[in-house]
Nanobody, 118 residues
Framework: QVQLVESGGGLVQAGGSLRLSCAASGRTFSRYYMGWFRQAPGKKREFVSAITYSGVSTYSTDSVKGRFTISRDNAKNTVYLQMNSLKPEDTAVYYC???????????WGQGTQVTVSS
């Protein structure tokens, strides 16, 4: 069982930056593939970024490439999402997720709201 708690969301102007954090419980964090997702009002949840167990490889959706960076610190049981050059269309609730493999997520956090004003 893994519990995930996101933090770092808030209100920011377009062009600004935020760093989201996701703290995980348990001692097996390094065994989990981690991902960030987001859901805007009236839209389906969508994939944002993912990172492999050791952090060597990362994946991101095209709309955030060059602006968002996912990273992890296995010693701190934490995964991060650094978001730069934010746009109003990035406004959403952001969720982190943990899974045994890419695309298979078993655990989800409660989400953190990110609002980007124009």
């Amino acid at each position: 069982q893994v519990q995930l708690v996101e933090s770092g969301g808030g209100l920011v102007q377009a062009g600004g930056s935020l760093r989201l954090s996701c703290a995980a419980s348990g001692r097996t964090f390094s065994r989990y593939y981690m991902g960030w997702f987001r859901q805007a009002p009236g839209k389906k949840r969508e994939f944002v970024s993912a990172i492999t167990y050791s952090g060597v490889s990362t994946y991101s959706t095209d709309s955030v490439k060059g602006r968002f960076t996912i990273s992890r610190d296995n010693a701190k049981n934490t995964v991060y999402l650094q978001m730069n050059s934010l746009k109003p269309e990035d406004t959403a609730v952001y969720y982190c997720a943990a899974g045994q493999a890419r695309g298979v997520y078993d655990y989800w956090g409660q989400g953190t709201q990110v609002t980007v004003s124009s």
